[in-house]
């Protein structure tokens, strides 16, 4: 006794001779109904899944479920669109939910964009930080090579201090050698005119 379409399709029966690989959205059309109650469906049947090579997932439908087998570019439209059309329709039903939501995505925004003010005014800190770092650094080496000029400066002046006490030490000496000089010479004069006529002869015939 053979098994009617009806029974094989109350059982789910999935056998791979005949069965079809196809995409969520192909089986919705093929089914005429919405991707949301072809997801339903699939889990209720326990349908083997798998990804295909455009990364889009596929389902192993029996050939009674699939219909005519795979549908065509316009029910696949077709049923996206209803799918769609079903979930506008349920946030409408829930105006709450969609307020919401709402709500959700201004105040994300809003903490967004305060979070990308604080980041902005960070980087504007470390950058004043930054230059008022580079500023004292600058300023530190200025003050570092001014001393270094004031040291030499002064080392310099020292060593001409020297120098000139040296040569004055030096003037003074000569002058003092010369005055002394010239007190001996005067003496000698002095007392050569103090010897008479005859006295001064003498000497000078002694050589004097």
């Not at 077709?78 to 959700?104: F, K, N, Y």
């Not at 902005?120 to 004043?128: F, Q, S, T, V």
């Amino acid at each position: 006794m053979g098994v009617s379409a009806t029974a094989m399709l109350e059982s789910g029966y999935t056998g791979m001779s005949d069965s079809v690989w196809m995409t969520k959205a192909e089986f919705a059309a093929a089914r005429r109904i919405s991707i949301g109650s072809a997801n339903r469906l699939i889990r209720q049947r326990r349908w083997q899944r798998q990804p295909g090579d455009d990364g889009r997932i596929r389902v192993l439908v029996p050939r009674l479920w699939a219909e005519d087998g795979v549908s065509s570019s316009a029910a696949v439209t077709a049923a996206l669109m209803q799918s769609r059309s079903e979930a506008t329709t349920g946030c409408d039903g829930h105006p709450g939910i969609v307020d919401t939501l709402r709500e959700t995505v201004i105040r994300l925004q809003a903490e967004t964009e305060l979070a990308r003010s604080g980041c902005r005014r960070l980087a504007l800190e470390r950058d004043d930080e930054r230059q008022a770092r580079m500023a004292a650094e600058h300023a530190l080496s200025e003050a570092r090579q001014q001393a270094e000029e004031a040291i030499r400066a002064a080392e310099a002046l020292r060593k001409a201090k020297e120098i000139a006490a040296a040569e004055e030490r030096a003037e003074q000496i000569t002058r003092e050698a010369a005055f002394a000089q010239l007190r001996r010479l005067t003496e000698a004069t002095a007392a050569r005119r103090s010897l008479g006529l005859w006295g001064r002869l003498r000497l000078a015939w002694r050589g004097e």
